[in-house]
């Protein structure tokens, strides 16, 4: 079945140690994006790829980078983990388009001790 | 900046029964999307419901739909027949049309849960 997956399920760090967490898809989509939804939180968006062009969000602190080296997988680095970033980090994506619907991965709940 | 607000943090509903959870939105946009997400517990988030902005029809799948009110910015999800199965946090999201100066991002409401009682 075509669907979007991420790994780790569960990630647990130390305090200022980097992390990554990565994002495949098998549904071809030119679009992925970042989500981070802390607890009870809606989910936020930190950026997204539109093919390999990369986008920011503004408050998107300097902390988080992604990767994107094809079209299959994009990837969450976190270089320097506080306390204040552990939560649920989402993947989703999209063909190019407004109507057409996110497909949300199972998402990369991360702890930082 | 447009906004989504989810008034309702939690909801319960009998089993069978219906409910309906509300959203509101602010943008200055005339042309924009509109979505609610269920998310159950530990499991990913999935599209329960979708409408276009200019299309006065509102939009139904199955047990759900919406009473899209558009001069009040009023976007309302009914779910009939209510399931065990349909207990999950849902979240209102916004979408602007897709542009070279936009993200395509969604905007998310703050969720409500929703319990329901067998």
């Known amino acids: 079945d075509a669907m979007v997956i991420q790994n780790p399920r569960y990630q647990v760090t130390q305090f200022g140690k980097p992390v990554t967490l990565s994002c495949s898809q098998t549904?071809?989509?030119?679009?992925m994006y970042w989500y981070q939804q802390k607890s009870s939180q809606a989910p936020k968006l930190l950026f997204h790829y539109y093919d390999k062009d990369f986008n920011n969000e503004a408050d998107t602190p300097d902390n988080f980078q992604s990767r994107r080296p094809n079209t299959s997988f994009c990837f969450l680095d976190i270089r320097s983990p506080g306390l204040g970033d552990a939560a649920m980090y989402l993947c989703?994506?999209?063909?190019?388009?407004?109507?057409?619907?996110?497909?949300f991965g199972p998402g990369t709940r991360l702890t930082v001790l | 900046a447009q906004t989504v607000t989810q008034s309702q943090p939690e909801m319960s509903v009998q089993e069978a029964e219906t409910v309906t959870l509300s959203c509101t939105y602010d943008?200055?946009?005339?042309?924009?999307?509109l979505f609610w997400y269920k998310q159950p517990p530990s499991r990913q988030m999935i599209l329960v419901i979708r409408?276009?902005?200019?299309?006065?029809q509102n939009a139904t799948e199955n047990r759900f739909s919406v009473n899209f009110q558009k001069a009040a910015k009023s976007f309302s999800l009914k779910i009939s027949d209510s399931q065990l199965g349909d207990a999950a946090m849902y979240f209102c999201?916004?979408?602007?049309?897709?542009?070279?100066?936009?993200?395509?991002?969604?905007?998310f409401g703050q969720g409500t849960t929703l319990q329901v009682k067998p």
């Open positions: 549904l071809n989509h030119n679009v």
């Open positions: 989703a994506t999209s063909r190019m388009g407004s109507y057409n619907e996110q497909f």
């Open positions: 999201a916004y979408r602007r049309v897709f542009g070279s100066s936009n993200t395509g991002k969604l905007i």
């Open positions: 943008t200055s946009e005339s042309d924009y999307y």
């Open positions: 409408q276009e902005a200019y299309k006065q």
